[in-house]
């Protein structure tokens, strides 16, 4: 398979550090040095679905395919304010497609987990054209009095549309389960039978234990795609990797021994998105004009889980 559309969408009200100290006992500078992200782009009167579809729609416009074209939608996505239905059947609605549809919920990892199902599905000959959009809103997770947490996410949805193509080198997925690192529990419906204690919690994070698995299983995971490729290194045009603290993407690249100018960030502007980062990245990447035809791209996203994936295509 290979991408032939992208697009992306970002909720309209951006938070900087500095409106943040107003409320919590944190600093522009101690944001800004520990994780990178200046300001980011919060939910206030949006909905998620919306931006989701949205999203979609200008990827199917970038690839010139209309949405009763699609053979199949995959939705990643961590929590929306629907428990079910699943979002990418109201993306199927939103958008008129009228494929089987299917959510994913692997954190941070969803775009490359997506990737990995639709290129199954076009090794079995089951698919010519797929549609993932990836739509989080991480902002709704967090305790917005905790420092430690909020200060790190921003909401954002971005969709790729793929078609028939030889363009994918090789994709590695990973996981390791640590469910005490990064976790969030949700308070579901009483009933008369329910006898155990439960609790509503926000995202709870080890903060440093998350960095180290980031750094070790990004690092892991982009060699092996290199490797089963036979490409070195070098030979990568773009890192693009998930948009989590930039002394996350500072370490990669440094154990890559690549230089900074490949690897696009936009975590300044819109902090950790959970998987709508890497979507919204390539999106950016190309409109900005930085990608050319023929350019090997390395992409790495890690999460909650903790799941992990790398991505080796050809733009
Ligand atoms: C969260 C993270 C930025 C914290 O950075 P760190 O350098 O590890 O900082 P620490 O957690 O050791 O905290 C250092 C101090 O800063 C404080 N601190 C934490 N957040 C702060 C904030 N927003 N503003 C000011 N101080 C803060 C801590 O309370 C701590 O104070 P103490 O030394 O008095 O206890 C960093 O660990 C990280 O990015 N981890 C990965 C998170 C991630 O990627 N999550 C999503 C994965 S998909």
Not at 23 to 34: A, Q, V
Not at 43 to 51: A, P, T, W
Request: hydrophobic share 40%.
């Amino acid at each position: 398979m290979k991408i032939s559309g992208t697009g992306s969408v970002l909720p309209k009200k951006i938070v900087t550090n500095d409106m943040l100290a107003q409320f919590l006992d944190t600093s522009d500078e101690w944001i800004r040095t520990r994780t990178g992200v200046v300001s980011r782009h919060v939910i206030s009167d949006e909905r998620l679905e919306d931006m989701a579809i949205e999203a979609a729609r200008k990827a199917l416009d970038d690839a010139g395919m209309k949405a009763e074209e699609l053979d199949f939608i995959i939705c990643s996505n961590v929590v929306n304010e629907y428990v079910t239905p699943q979002l990418s059947c109201i993306i199927q609605g939103g958008i008129g497609a009228t494929c089987p549809c299917m959510d994913i919920n692997c954190a941070c990892a969803g775009f490359i987990h997506a990737l990995e199902i639709a290129e199954s599905f076009y090794r079995a000959e089951r698919v010519k054209n797929v549609l993932i959009v990836c739509a989080e809103e991480p902002t709704r997770m967090t305790d917005w009095s905790d420092r430690r947490t909020c200060v790190l996410f921003g909401d954002g949805a971005g969709a790729a549309v793929l078609t028939p193509g030889d363009n994918i080198k090789s994709i590695k997925l990973s996981a390791s389960s640590a469910t005490d690192k990064l976790w969030q529990y949700r308070l579901l419906q009483p009933t008369p039978y329910i006898e155990k204690e439960e609790e509503d919690v926000p995202l709870q994070m080890k903060g440093q234990d998350v960095f180290k698995f980031a750094v070790k299983a990004a690092s892991k995971d982009i060699s092996r795609v290199l490797d089963e490729a036979g490409v070195g290194a070098d030979q990568v045009d773009h890192y693009m990797l998930h948009q989590a603290n930039i002394r996350i993407i500072n370490a990669i690249q440094e154990y890559l021994e690549q230089p900074k100018e490949k690897f696009p960030t936009n975590i300044e502007d819109h902090g950790n998105s959970s998987s709508s980062c890497c979507p919204i990245l390539l999106d950016e990447c190309k409109k900005k004009g930085l990608l050319k035809r023929g350019d090997i791209i390395a992409m790495s996203a890690f999460g909650a889980g903790f799941v992990s994936g790398a991505v080796l295509f050809e733009w």
